[in-house]
């Protein structure tokens, strides 16, 4: 269960006047310049929660060890690609927090990884981390046991991380390849993973069934596996629990800025994403509509926004500069505070054992250059 602290902030006498003289001009018509770094007037914990220790499993597919395992391998064998060279660690790899540092990423007919991979066919987004997915959708709903997480992908298409674990196996560009149809893939798969002997021995200790092959077994153990991949609470949760001295004075006026400069209105929650789609997002010009980005880690998931196309967490904030329809009215100086406080949501001890072999024998992760 996550922690819910409410740490509220008792107002200085000094806040108290920064705020009213700060109201008092937007009332006469006169923009303050920047974002505040004041105190805002409403606590921390109205805009954010504290990462949770641990994911809520569905009641639908419970956590196992077994299913663990079995989803691991599954996540780093090329075996569930039509050509047997691409796995999803291909494009989702702990060398780049668990996403692969392109812009847009090269599936079936690519060679190496992250920024070095080279290939014809890219996809149409830029690649998200699957880390801490098993948390979203908290921003919008209450946890309860029955807590299912979702929805996913940048148009937020699939309901839950097992619908979402079939798509890129059907892809043509990420992993089926030219040689299946649609509807071929999934029962060649199934067809290679029974002619393994440790896969069939792995769904047999993972699912109680006398065919455990199946395409929802294999999505079950795909969504295990990822559900178990998350960061652990940083300097920032520390804040949120009441720990005040766990910010340094800058980061708490980048955050104050945060939250005085609009940016909460989409990004809160444990994730500091709404995993909602906004009219009026950041990137408009010709482009999909697409959800708020999540910001933990964020340091380490470059190049940023849909389409990769900001190359530093620099200028992903500054393409905010004077967007007042966002309701921010951010400025140069603005940047490196804001930059400072999301800095603080990095956690570098998240999980990236990459296993030494997989069950069919191929390269690990696929063509990846290992
Ligand atoms: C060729 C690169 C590639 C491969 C291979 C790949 N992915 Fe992805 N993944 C992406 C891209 C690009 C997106 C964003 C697509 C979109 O939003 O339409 C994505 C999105 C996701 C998401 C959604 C994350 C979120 O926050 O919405 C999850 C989860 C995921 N992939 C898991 C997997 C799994 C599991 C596999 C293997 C079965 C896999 N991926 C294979 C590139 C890849
Ligand atoms: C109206 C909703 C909204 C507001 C307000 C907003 N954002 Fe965003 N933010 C988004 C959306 C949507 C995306 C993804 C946009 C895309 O990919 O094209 C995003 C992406 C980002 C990213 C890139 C994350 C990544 O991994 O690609 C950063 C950094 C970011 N926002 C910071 C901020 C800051 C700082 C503010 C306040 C100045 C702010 N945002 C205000 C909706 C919002």
Partial sequence: ?????????TATPATTLA?????ALLMSGCEPEGASGETPSQPYTDFFTPIPESAV????????????VLGEFLFWDPILSGGMNV????????????ADGRDFSIGVDGMGLGPNRTGVLETPFHSPTVLNTAFTG????????????????????AATLEDQAIEPIRSEVEMRGSGFLEEEIMPELLARLAAIPQYADLFSAAFESAE???????????????????????????????EETALTGPEVVGLNKFI???????????????????????????????RTASLRNVERTAPYMHDGSRRTLRDAIALYEGRDDLGVTLEDDDFGDIENFLRTLTDDTFYRDVPPSVPSQLPVGGDIGN
Avoid at 57 to 68: A, G, L, Q, W
Avoid at 87 to 98: K, L, T
Avoid at 138 to 157: C, H, K, M, N, Q
């Fill in 87 to 98: 796995s999803c660690a291909s494009c989702h790899h702990p060398e780049f927090g668990w």
């Fill in 260 to 290: 005085n400069g609009g940016c909460t209105d989409c990004h809160s929650g444990p994730l500091l994403s709404d995993v909602l789609i906004r009219e009026n997002q950041p990137v408009q010009v010709d482009r999909p509509a697409v």
């Fill in 19 to 23: 705020t009213t003289l700060a109201f």
């Fill in 212 to 242: 455990p092959i199946t395409e929802t077994n294999l999505a079950q153990a795909l969504a295990t596996f990822q559900r178990t991949l998350k960061t652990s609470p940083t300097r920032f949760d520390r804040f949120l629990a009441g």
């Fill in 138 to 157: 908290i921003a919008r709903t209450e946890v309860s046991d029955d807590f299912v997480s979702g929805p996913y992908f940048w148009d937020l298409r």
């Fill in 57 to 68: 499993f569905p009641t639908d597919n419970p956590f196992s060890e077994e299913k663990r």
């Fill in 1 to 9: 269960m996550p922690v819910r602290n409410i740490r509220t902030i």
